[in-house]
């Protein structure tokens, strides 16, 4: 029939969109990436097909098996969801598997998630902009792929609002020192959410000076700016949150 590539939010199920848990209902199969939690996967019928192409660290599965693996799967007559972390146009590679889908003549559809580039902050409860504080934020991956243009740290120190780093854990002490090198002071705020809305959630917070040492484990979000500051949770209860100041 055709395939939805579908976001499946930071991790709470009930951060899931309805109609990304309506597919789910009636998924013939699901392929699903490693970020996609299991209390997601829960909501998924026994009956369904589950692949697992989960990219974890030091068993990638190639992108192009990924896409031709959709591609084989939407020319059955079925209903195929690939279900990805968050949205999947956000550092999904959701654009490559849609353009193989258009490329092989199969139909799909996107149905956007909620992104762990608003979610992840939310959570700590630091808004990405506030009046007088932030005007924007930038969204930006901390990864480096060999062959690709690595990000100017330094010309997005000047850019100005907030900086959200998505896969930015291995550099993070690079990354600081080239804001830093680019006109950031040393002491402006950071936090650091990881497994964001998940029972495994964990706030660090810290200075920009500190960020390369802060005790931060994978999957993070991390926000540098005026903002990072900011602790708007004063309703809930239970996450972890450290502090280095
Ligand atoms: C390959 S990117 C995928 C991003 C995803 N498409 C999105 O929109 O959130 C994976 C990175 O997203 C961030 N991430 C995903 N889920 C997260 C969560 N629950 N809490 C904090 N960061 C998360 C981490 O930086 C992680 O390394």
Do not use: N, Y
């Amino acid at each position: 029939m055709s395939v939805a590539l579908v976001g499946a939010g930071p991790g709470d199920p009930d951060l899931l969109t309805m109609k990304a848990a309506r597919l789910l209902a009636t998924a013939d199969v699901v392929v699903h990436d490693a970020l996609v939690g299991d209390d997601v996967l829960a909501l998924i019928p026994d009956h369904v097909e589950r692949i697992d192409v989960g990219k974890r660290v030091g068993k990638p599965v190639p992108q192009e098996m990924i896409s031709t693996l959709l591609v084989e799967l939407g020319r059955r007559d079925q209903l195929v969801v690939r279900l990805k972390g968050g949205d999947p146009f956000v550092f999904g590679r959701g654009g490559e598997e849609a353009l193989a889908l258009a490329e092989a003549g199969v139909d799909f559809e996107v149905v956007p998630g909620i992104t762990s580039s608003v979610a992840a902050p939310a959570a700590a409860g630091v808004p990405v902009t506030h009046r007088g504080v932030s005007a924007a934020f930038t969204v930006v991956t901390g990864h480096r792929r060999a062959g690709e243009p690595s990000v100017d740290w330094r010309s997005l120190a000047r850019v100005g609002g907030t900086i959200v780093i998505l896969m930015g854990v291995t550099h993070r002490r690079s990354i600081a020192a080239e804001l830093i090198a680019g006109g950031l002071p040393a002491e402006t705020p950071v936090a650091a959410v990881r497994s964001a809305t998940t029972d495994d959630e964990v706030v660090v917070r810290c200075s920009l000076a500190d960020l390369g040492h802060a005790a931060i484990e994978s999957p993070a979000t991390i926000v540098v700016g005026a903002v990072a500051s900011f602790d708007l949770r004063c309703l809930r209860s239970g996450a972890a949150t450290t502090s280095l100041r």
